[in-house]
């Protein structure tokens, strides 16, 4: 690596799909409070990903996607016909 253009701070870290709990070791600048033992018997700071290379349907060839973003849109369509019933003809004027 070329002298004074990298952070003091790189290193090894683990990083780990948590919808399939795979984990790799590979070198980072990200930082993390947490830790995590790993098979050498090292300590390593820990990043948690929600999705990697072994659950992205891209790679896996699956079309099934774990969908962690849609959770608002989907509240919101199962109660939509609640609050449309909730809501009297004279508030929308």
């Known amino acids: 690596m070329k002298d004074g253009i990298h952070p003091e701070d790189y290193g090894y870290v683990v990083f780990k799909d948590?919808?399939?709990?795979?984990?790799?070791l590979t070198r980072s600048c990200a930082s993390s409070k947490e830790t995590i033992k790993w098979e050498d018997g090292n300590e390593y700071?820990?990043?948690?990903?929600?999705?990697?290379?072994?659950?992205?349907?891209?790679?896996?060839?699956?079309?099934?996607?774990?969908?962690?973003?849609?959770?608002?849109?989907?509240?919101?369509?199962?109660?939509?016909?609640?609050?449309a019933s909730a809501v009297k003809p004279e508030d929308n004027e």
């Open 45 to 83: 700071p820990l990043i948690k990903l929600e999705i990697s290379n072994t659950s992205h349907p891209f790679y896996t060839g699956k079309m099934k996607l774990v969908d962690t973003a849609g959770r608002v849109d989907k509240f919101r369509n199962r109660f939509k016909n609640h609050r």
């Open 18 to 24: 948590m919808s399939n709990d795979h984990a790799f």
